[in-house]
């Protein structure tokens, strides 16, 4: 299938089966359901979680261990990482496709991005914006690198494949009816649970 940016050419071919071997291991998924544990503790009756950009779906591993009913989807654009997730979580309903092709035909409780907006090409931005708010009928999770100003950073040799920005900012001046519920740091050198250095935001639709 022809894409329609770079950026999803480079995650769906080798770069992104890579990123696969990288980034595996219980520490990882201890340091998820720690995270995942602080943002759901502003929220309420998540019954149903979307990730958009799931990988191998150690996000939805460490979401089931605190939330065992909720349902839960994902859409992915590697077909090896996909792969892998459906053998963790095989009860995951997994689309494999790019986020700028899907096309929700239900809506979530909860809605997230985990280090995924920073991939997405910046003129296609608003597009995924637009999907996350259509999709969320409560809460959105933006947990990316943030930056006050956008800004493109080199990523492991490689330009035009990240960018930094106020994802959260901008969707909350985008759509009124998003209203900020919590935020916070994760850090790199948390001696218990570290992650890469991200700001998260937790948004309702009110």
Do not use: C
């Given at each position: 299938m022809t894409r329609t940016t770079e950026q999803e050419t480079f995650w769906e071919g080798d770069f992104g089966n890579d990123?696969?071997?990288?980034?595996?291991?219980?520490?990882?998924?201890?340091?998820?359901?720690?995270?995942?544990?602080?943002?759901?503790?502003?929220?309420?009756?998540?019954?149903?979680?979307?990730?958009?950009?799931?990988?191998?779906g150690l996000n939805l591993v460490a979401l089931r261990h605190l939330l065992p009913a909720?349902?839960?989807?994902?859409?992915e654009i590697n077909q090896k990482?996909?792969?892998?997730?459906?053998?963790?979580?095989?009860?995951?309903?997994?689309?494999?496709?790019?986020?700028?092709?899907?096309?929700?035909?239900a809506t979530?409780?909860?809605?997230?991005?985990?280090?995924?907006?920073?991939?997405?090409?910046?003129?296609?931005?608003?597009?995924v914006y637009e999907l996350i708010h259509r999709a969320s009928s409560r809460y959105v999770l933006v947990s990316e690198y943030y930056n006050p100003k956008p800004t493109e950073i080199t990523y492991r040799g490689h330009t035009g494949k990240l960018f930094k920005r106020d994802f959260a900012g901008?969707?909350?001046?985008?759509?009124?009816?998003?209203?900020?519920?919590d935020y916070g740091f994760v850090y790199h050198r948390d001696p218990h649970f570290p992650q890469d250095d991200s700001t998260w935001f937790l948004l309702e639709k009110r």
């Open positions: 990123y696969v071997d990288r980034n595996q291991g219980s520490q990882l998924v201890a340091s998820k359901t720690a995270f995942f544990s602080k943002v759901l503790a502003r929220a309420h009756s998540v019954n149903s979680v979307l990730e958009l950009g799931s990988n191998i909720a349902q839960l989807s994902a859409v990482a996909a792969s892998e997730l459906k053998s963790k979580l095989p009860d995951v309903n997994l689309h494999v496709k790019s986020i700028l092709e899907f096309q929700p035909e979530w409780d909860l809605v997230f991005t985990k280090g995924v907006l920073i991939h997405i090409n910046p003129d296609k931005l608003q597009t901008e969707m909350l001046d985008k759509f009124p009816d998003l209203h900020l519920v």
